[in-house]
């Protein structure tokens, strides 16, 4: 299955922040969109990433003034990313390779979604369930 597959079953739409926003305004696009990432994009496209994971251990070394500061302070700038013609589990590979949980998708230049590691399993689950059917099937009829 292909990264386009997935994006067209959950959609393309993808939450995002500039670099200059908030550490508050972060946490509170999170909270709204009920998401644990979001690319940060500026004039030349995804320039970073920025996860709650990120937040949480700059919180920790910086206290509450963090919250105040931009995003562009704590996001991560070599950002993986894939493509639609990307196969999920090439994708998978990837994500745990890297300790990663958010991928943005690019094509063309320009973000076109972004895929979890919640979206990778689902697609393996409905793969695996596939399957499953499918010999079920062959096992009953011959």
Same mark, same amino acid.
């Given at each position: ?21 908030? &550490?508050? =305004? #972060? ?5 709204? %969109? ?7 994009? =500026? ?6 990433? &920025? ?7 700059? #919180? %920790? ?9 931009? &995003? ?21 590979? #990837? ?6 949980? %958010? ?14 590691? =919640? ?8 793969? #695996? ?11 009953? %009829?011959?």
């Amino acid at each position: 299955m292909r990264i386009a597959d997935v994006l067209r079953a959950k959609g393309s739409a993808v939450a995002t922040v500039s670099p200059d926003t908030t &550490v508050a =305004g #972060l946490l509170a696009g999170l909270a709204e %969109h009920n998401i644990g990432a979001m690319p940060v994009v =500026g004039s030349g496209g995804v320039v970073g990433i &920025v996860s709650e994971r990120d937040v949480v251990r700059k #919180l %920790h070394e910086r206290g509450e003034v963090l919250l105040s500061r931009p &995003v562009s302070e704590i996001m991560t700038t070599v950002v993986a990313t894939c493509t639609p013609r990307d196969s999920v589990d090439d994708l998978s590979v #990837l994500m745990t390779q890297r300790r990663i949980r %958010h991928v943005p998708v690019i094509e063309d230049g320009r973000l076109a979604g972004i895929v979890s590691i =919640g979206d990778v399993v689902k697609t393996r689950m409905e793969e #695996l369930e596939t399957s499953q059917e499918q010999l079920q099937a062959y096992i009953a %009829h011959g």
